[in-house]
């Protein structure tokens, strides 16, 4: 799996996917992770990426030439390089439609390669949402820019992708489509020491009996 994110601070981004499980699994060759600077097609002396908006209003906005001019040059070099794969472009924006486990899962098993565009300022000009394929928010709250949301992508996907995880069960139990927020509700889990400050682990997960177990967390999901 490929992950390219557009972004006017690919260092950011950089650090971040080189960090743990994400660093690992890119020297493990399960998946790419790969920053690309907008600024760097920006034509003009001062590399600008944004303006004021029409008809007025607070901040700044990201110009779609730029924007655009960015999105082209990776889909030619994905084009060229990758041939056949199955691509998403994704901007990072307010949008109807949320992250969630399984929009993870689909990403995760329906492509190959996924492109993420990360809004700051005030957001995009609204021309440029014609040359993505869907915007995508990680929740109803603001943020100053889409790196944070696009990372957040990053990691929840490729959480999925075979090889990933050192453990297969961890992944396999994160695979399913949920439907239902309840099942992403996690279980307590307790390790060493078996007690601590007068406070021990239920007895059900010491018993060994992995069915009685497997009902005790399933009745208590916090």
Known sequence: ??????????????????????????????????????????????????????????????????LVAALEKLKATLERDHAGARRRTIALSPSKQVFSQAVAAHYATHFDQITLVCGHYEGF???????????????????????LPALTVVDAV??????????????????????????????????????????GVPDVLMSGNHAAIATWRRDNRQ
């Open 125 to 147: 000009d609204a021309r440029f949402f014609r040359y993505v394929d869907e915007t995508l928010s990680v929740g109803t709250f603001v943020l100053t820019g889409g790196e």
């Open 1 to 66: 799996m490929r992950f390219d994110i557009l972004t006017l601070f690919p260092d950011v981004v950089r650090e971040v996917a080189a960090s743990s499980i994400l660093g690992r699994a890119q020297r493990a060759g399960s998946i790419e992770v790969h920053a690309h600077d907008i600024r760097a097609v920006a034509t003009d002396t001062h590399r600008t990426v944004d303006d004021t908006p029409y008809g007025g209003g607070p901040g700044m906005l990201l110009r779609v030439d730029v």
């Open 158 to 199: 490729s959480r999925l992708v075979p090889g990933v995880l050192g453990h297969g069960a961890s992944a396999q139990e994160e695979s399913y489509a949920f439907t239902d927020d309840a099942t992403l509700l996690e279980y307590p889990q307790y390790t060493r020491p078996a007690e601590f400050r007068g406070e």
